[in-house]
């Protein structure tokens, strides 16, 4: 069974310009999370996406935002770029069962704001 | 969710079995105990779960406490590709209101030859 997959594995931007990142979750998953890993830190949760509508949101500007499309696959989108964003975004997917979720994660994209 | 404590840092030979401590005394009847490792620059790897009864897959045991205060991940026979950071993560069951994980400082695991 494949696995999250994110992509682009690598993301090289400059200041003000826009990002966007994709994931495509494991078959059968619903549900899509987004977490933000700045270098050194922990994980911050980004966004929740179930079933094609937006869940839950972290502490985080209304400049990072997505979506989730019919497939359940999702976009990530950073606009106005800043150099703190750069970071690890990691995608996770999960589907629930028995009322527990138990999300997996992809391998990331590595965003730089140059 | 309730808050866990584990150790920074711990070591482990290789081929030996790594024992990883974790305290969640303040953990609710409901709350699931949820370990996950990240290897550097990696996603997170999920490992195991449990909610008051032992548990065992492929990759490790977990043994949590008969009061749920505490738990233990341990890895049977640990490899050098076991060297990672280890987080424990108590969550409750699914609900709509937002079932993000919190990662707390995790343990850097150390295996060494």
């Known amino acids: 069974e494949a696995g999250v997959t994110q992509s682009p594995t690598h993301l090289i931007k400059t200041r003000g310009q826009q990002a966007t990142l994709r994931c495509s979750p494991i078959?059968?998953?619903?549900?899509v999370y987004w977490y933000q890993q700045a270098l050194g830190l922990g994980l911050q949760f980004l966004l929740w996406?179930?079933?094609?509508?937006?869940?839950n949101r972290g502490n985080f500007p209304p400049r990072f935002s997505g979506r989730q499309f019919p497939n359940y696959s999702s976009e990530l989108n950073v606009n106005a770029l800043e150099l703190e964003d750069s970071a690890l975004y990691l995608c996770?997917?999960?589907?629930?069962?028995?009322?527990?979720?138990?999300?997996?994660f992809g391998p990331g994209t590595r965003l730089t704001v140059l | 969710d309730a808050k866990t404590t584990q150790p920074p840092s711990m070591d482990c030979a290789e081929g030996r079995a790594a024992n990883l401590p974790c305290n969640h005394s303040?953990?609710?009847?409901?709350?699931?105990v949820y370990w996950y490792r990240q290897i550097h620059s990696q996603g997170p790897q999920y490992i195991i779960h449990?909610?008051?009864n032992n548990e065992t897959n492929e990759m490790a045991s977990l043994i949590i406490t008969e009061d749920r205060k505490s738990s233990t991940l341990i890895l049977p026979h640990a490899t050098l590709r076991d060297t990672a950071v280890y987080y424990c993560?108590?969550?409750?069951?699914?609900?709509?209101?937002?079932?993000?994980?919190?990662f707390g400082g995790g343990t850097r695991l150390m295996v060494k030859p």
């Open positions: 996770a997917s999960s589907l629930v069962a028995g009322g527990r979720d138990t999300q997996y």
């Open positions: 078959s059968g998953h619903t549900s």
């Open positions: 996406y179930d079933e094609g509508e937006e869940r």
């Open positions: 303040t953990i609710s009847g409901n709350e699931y």
């Open positions: 449990g909610l008051k």
């Open positions: 993560i108590v969550r409750a069951a699914y609900n709509n209101a937002g079932n993000m994980l919190t």
